[in-house]
């Protein structure tokens, strides 16, 4: 009797072995079906188009609710389920993308991965000022230039460099950095203003504000001088020469009397001043003002920057473009060899 028993008990545990194994299966087939049906797109029909903006930061449990709530997904809870099972969950990317019900899960999931969303590029050469910025800014269709020049004015921006920087509307004059940048469709004047910034704090390195102090120089002191060789010279050879000039010219106690800082002033840019553009009153005007102006007259590139912090050791306190009318200028430590190279540049040019 004992052993027909054990052998009842044997057979009892392998069926419930089996229905368990059988339970297990069907469950496995329906959450399969499940997440199958949670991958179809929520409108396959669909031809429309939705702008979906995933703000930096949002988790994955943020992200299929806006999904959700934009009308491309059916369920934030199978998006956040599916990223999990995927591997996906964290690797999502901030951004604007174009999406559609149209989409199944994992093609929107694989979007948001791949961070191609919706971007626009724009590049900003070395050399201008924050109203030529603006204005070709303008011209891309990227910004509103009156609440662009409000932000430059007075949009509040957390970098370390700007305690120096002058205020009022020419207080981000120099700080915009020449770059090519790629943002937002959505970026707004604030946007844009920062992301260029932000280049610039990542321009400005640590080894530049050490070498600035070992200078005696502040930021904005640095970015002036920068501003000053990147509008008076366009060969990369002349930056640090002309640099050596303007600190010669300082320490002499000489006024700098740069041409670009008087049409900084006018507010135009002439191949030839006058007379009568030379005695414009403004703190920019160094034919007037004794030392630098109150700061920047343009973006300056790393190359300037670099020029203006580590200046050629030389004697030359005047130059003047070259009779070759090759960009290139005449340097000179005295002013009778001045003389004779702006009587050159005079008869070239037809003066």
């Keep these: 009797m004992s052993n027909k028993r054990r052998k009842k008990g044997g ?5 419930a072995v089996l229905v368990i194994i059988a339970v297990i299966a069907v469950a496995a087939v ?52 599916q990223s999990k099972m995927k591997g996906m969950d964290g690797k999502y ?39 030529e910025t603006a204005d070709k800014l303008l011209a891309e ?29 020419n207080r981000l004059e120099g700080y915009l ?21 932000r280049q610039m ?4 390195t640590d080894e530049m504000y050490e070498r600035a102090k070992e200078r005696n120089m502040d930021l904005n002191e640095v970015m002036t001088v920068a501003s000053l060789i990147e509008r008076e010279t366009k060969v990369d050879s002349e930056r640090a020469t002309v640099s050596s000039v303007i600190y010669n010219r300082l320490s002499r ?23 009568k553009d030379l005695e414009i009153d403004s703190p920019y005007n160094t034919y007037r003002i004794d030392g630098l102006p109150p700061g920047p007259i343009c973006s300056p590139s790393e190359a300037s920057i670099k020029a203006a912090l580590y200046p050629e050791d030389t004697d030359y306190i005047y130059y003047v473009l070259s009779k070759e009318k090759d960009g290139t200028h005449k340097f000179a430590s005295n002013y009778d060899q001045f003389l004779i190279y702006k009587d050159e540049y005079k008869k070239a040019f037809g003066i």
């Design 11 to 15: 057979n009892g545990f392998l069926i």
């Design 30 to 81: 329906g959450f399969a079906v499940m997440m199958g049906g949670a991958n179809k797109a929520l409108d396959p029909g669909s031809t429309q188009s939705v702008s979906v903006t995933i703000p930096s930061g949002t988790s994955t449990d943020g992200i299929g609710r806006i999904l959700e709530s934009d009308g491309v997904i059916k369920s934030a809870d199978s998006f956040k389920l």
């Design 93 to 131: 990317k901030a951004g604007e993308y174009t999406l559609s019900p149209s989409m199944t899960m994992t093609e929107i999931m694989e979007i948001l991965v791949s961070g191609n969303a919706n971007t626009i590029r724009f590049t900003i050469p070395e050399g201008l000022n924050v109203n």
């Design 141 to 169: 269709g990227l910004i509103n230039k009156e609440l662009f020049m409000k932000e430059i004015e007075s949009g509040q921006f957390n970098y370390a460099f700007l305690k120096d920087a002058p205020s009022g509307e």
């Design 177 to 197: 950095y020449p770059n090519t940048y790629d943002v937002f469709t959505t970026a707004s004047e604030h946007d844009i203003i920062d992301r260029m910034l």
């Design 201 to 204: 704090d990542v321009v400005f």
């Design 253 to 275: 106690g000489m006024k700098l009397q740069i041409d670009a800082t008087v049409q900084y002033a006018l507010g135009e840019q002439k191949q030839f001043l006058t007379y």
